[in-house]
């Protein structure tokens, strides 16, 4: 596993042990603000962890679609990226 794999795999990890605690935090009935900090950050771990995995994409998959002659395997591997930049910036 990569580096920057392991790195991804972190981040989702701090994420998801995050939103243990703020379903924790609103069971409690813990003051709004603090849990939406908490929100907030596991929102910044996982645009990161996202980034991450768009930077990996492009350098393994995309790179090597984009190097074949196959233009039907590159126009697929473009509508991917388009559509996953679309989710992402909604």
Do not use: P, W
């Amino acid at each position: 596993m990569t580096n920057k794999k392991q790195k991804t795999l972190i981040n989702l990890k701090k994420a998801a042990s995050s939103l243990l605690k703020i379903i924790e935090m609103i069971k409690s009935d813990e003051y709004c603000i603090n849990i939406m900090q908490q929100n907030l950050a596991v929102i910044g771990l996982l645009r990161s962890a996202h980034e991450m995995l768009m930077e990996n994409h492009l350098n393994t998959c995309f790179k090597k679609a984009m190097s074949t002659r196959n233009e039907r395997k590159k126009q697929e591997m473009i509508e991917e990226i388009l559509l996953v930049t679309k989710l992402f910036n909604k």
